[in-house]
């Protein structure tokens, strides 16, 4: 496949974004990392940036899955678990929420190919992103403090 130079990249994006009324290369590819696409040309550019975003989305939403139900977690995340309080529990499953909704949403777009479907899901994912990164960075915070009362624990009870 041929490869695309992140000029004509930027280029056919702005077309379809005048054409479509979508939020500017810069942001959404700050969002999503949509420069990855220069490395191949694509007749669905829509597509390609709807498949690197849902990869994000999808990262995201494992994620508070694995926080949400930690059977299988890593061990670490068991101790950054206990300290989460009722709103911080409500704030992950409210993200958990709407980031299923999205991967679900995804599947009539994925099933049934037009450029407008994809330009309308790109156009509301990146809308619906914003609140979901402001969510997500008080989860980072929380899982922050998580840890740093996990660790100062750690270091004063280990004797040997």
């Known amino acids: 496949m041929a490869e695309m130079s992140l000029a004509v990249l930027k280029k056919s994006y702005l077309a379809l974004a005048i054409k479509y009324n979508?939020?500017?290369?810069?942001?959404?590819?700050?969002e999503f990392d949509i420069e990855?696409?220069?490395?191949?040309?694509?007749?669905?550019?829509?597509?390609?940036?709807?498949?690197?975003?849902?990869?994000?989305?999808?990262?995201?939403?494992?994620?508070?899955?694995?926080?949400?139900?930690?059977?299988?977690?890593?061990?670490?995340?068991?101790?950054?678990?206990?300290?989460?309080?009722?709103?911080?529990?409500?704030?992950?499953?409210?993200?958990?929420?709407?980031?299923?909704?999205?991967?679900?949403?995804?599947?009539?777009?994925d099933n049934d190919y037009s450029e407008e479907k994809e330009a309308g899901f790109v156009r509301k994912l990146y809308k619906e992103w914003q609140e979901i990164k402001r969510n997500m960075n008080k989860i980072s915070k929380f899982l922050v403090r998580g840890w740093e009362k996990k660790t100062g624990r750690g270091e004063r009870g280990y004797l040997g």
Request: hydrophobic share 45%; no cysteine; aromatic share 8%.
């Open 22 to 30: 979508l939020p500017d290369y810069k942001l959404v590819n700050e």
């Open 36 to 109: 990855k696409l220069q490395d191949h040309e694509t007749d669905t550019l829509l597509r390609e940036v709807r498949k690197i975003a849902m990869d994000k989305v999808i990262a995201y939403l494992r994620f508070i899955e694995m926080l949400l139900n930690p059977t299988n977690a890593p061990m670490f995340f068991f101790g950054l678990l206990k300290n989460i309080e009722p709103e911080e529990k409500k704030v992950l499953e409210d993200i958990y929420s709407k980031l299923g909704k999205i991967e679900i949403e995804v599947i009539d777009i």
